[in-house]
């Protein structure tokens, strides 16, 4: 089974700066994709970056980007330049390359930009 | 297009009371799942179905029952309604998604307390 470890339950910083959330997972795939969602205050769940464990260049997506370390079954997001609505609870997700389609979940960093 | 609709948006059940949440999709998709978000936690997945006629347990499933009689339709049942049922709940639906972009999409969530 899967596990995806968030540490940080709560985070914040001030506008304009950057933060990083740090993600570890758990896994005996080698092969499978990784995700961080975004969860405004509205409950909707926002996909920010995927990344696909076989390729070793980092995802980027316009200020998100991920340090993805395989070796080290790490995965963190780092938002740069930060705006206020950034604010949000960030979900890690783990989902394996080959079989089943469920989603394993961290247990969230609430992120809170501040003016 | 709406994409994954559930209703209600939010309830307040009395213990031992039934209700049935529902989820419909409109994007032909295979795969639906039941996920619940308890506060300060990640969502974990109740039960899941890859397609009309099959159901699977996922990794909470006591107290709930689901069916798929439809590919659009997948209701979530909850027989007797306990304060430890008291969550968030989220339908998603997805296709066999390697190598595109979201592998989950979600509803708008079902806030539900039980007292």
């Known amino acids: 089974a899967q596990t995806v470890t968030q540490s940080q339950p709560e985070m914040s910083v001030q506008e304009a700066e950057t933060v990083t959330l740090s993600c570890t997972y758990d896994t005996s795939e080698n092969n499978y994709y990784l995700f961080w969602y975004k969860q405004p205050p509205s409950r909707q769940m926002i996909l920010v970056i995927r990344q696909e464990a076989y390729k070793q260049q980092n995802a980027t997506e316009n200020r998100f980007s991920v340090n993805f370390q395989k070796a080290a079954k790490s995965f963190s997001l780092k938002i740069s330049d930060s705006q206020l609505g950034d604010t949000a609870m960030y979900f890690c997700a783990f989902i394996p390359g080959e079989g089943n389609e469920k989603l394993t979940f961290g247990t969230g960093t609430r992120l809170t930009i501040i003016p | 297009n709406a994409g994954v609709t559930q209703t209600p948006k939010f309830r307040i059940l009395k213990i031992g009371q039934s209700m049935t949440l529902q989820c419909t999709q409109d994007?032909?998709?295979?795969?639906m799942y039941w996920y619940r978000q308890d506060p300060g936690m990640g969502l974990k997945l109740i039960y899941y179905s890859v397609g009309a006629g099959i159901t699977d347990k996922g990794e909470v499933p006591n107290g709930y029952n689901v069916s798929r009689s439809t590919t659009e339709d997948f209701p979530l049942r909850l027989e007797l309604a306990a304060p430890s049922q008291t969550s968030v709940y989220f339908c998603a639906s997805s296709y066999p998604w390697r190598g595109r972009n979201s592998p989950l999409h979600f509803g708008n969530g079902t806030r539900l307390t039980v007292t």
């Open positions: 994007m032909n998709h295979n795969y």
